[in-house]
């Protein structure tokens, strides 16, 4: 499984962007999907996550009510709707993929397999 995200830039703080993530190759056992970030010295955590159903979802304490994960419904692509983005949320997003007809989400890194390329994030105060 191959992922590609996009959607990255350059925004002032309290504005929006969404990011994008198209993942290709063996999907037919299915893909629960997720965000991570990474800023400059700090640990990359997993931020947002979407069970392969969709129905379920997960965030970190620092995005909830701002941040938005959501999936298609053909499972081969994820979205990250941000809002009210602050300087803090600076940072390199991955996206990331766990095969399997998962109907929970979890922010645990252990279980995702696949790692996209990152698209990096700048937030200006």
């Known amino acids: 499984v191959q992922l590609q995200a996009s959607g990255g830039g350059l925004v002032q703080a309290g504005k929006s962007l969404r990011l994008s993530c198209t993942a290709s190759g063996r999907l037919d056992r299915g893909l629960a999907m997720g965000w991570a970030r990474q800023a400059p010295g700090k640990e990359r955590d997993i931020v947002a996550a979407i069970a392969w159903s969709g129905g379920k979802t997960d965030y970190a304490d620092s995005v909830k009510g701002r941040f938005t994960i959501s999936k298609n419904s053909a499972g081969n692509a994820a979205y990250l709707q941000m809002n009210d983005l602050k300087p803090e949320d600076t940072a390199v997003y991955y996206c990331?993929?766990?095969?399997?007809?998962?109907?929970?989400?979890?922010?645990?890194?252990?279980?995702?397999?696949?790692w996209g390329q990152g698209t990096q994030v700048t937030v200006q105060g």
């Open positions: 990331i993929g766990r095969s399997g007809l998962h109907y929970s989400a979890t922010r645990e890194s252990r279980y995702y397999e696949y």
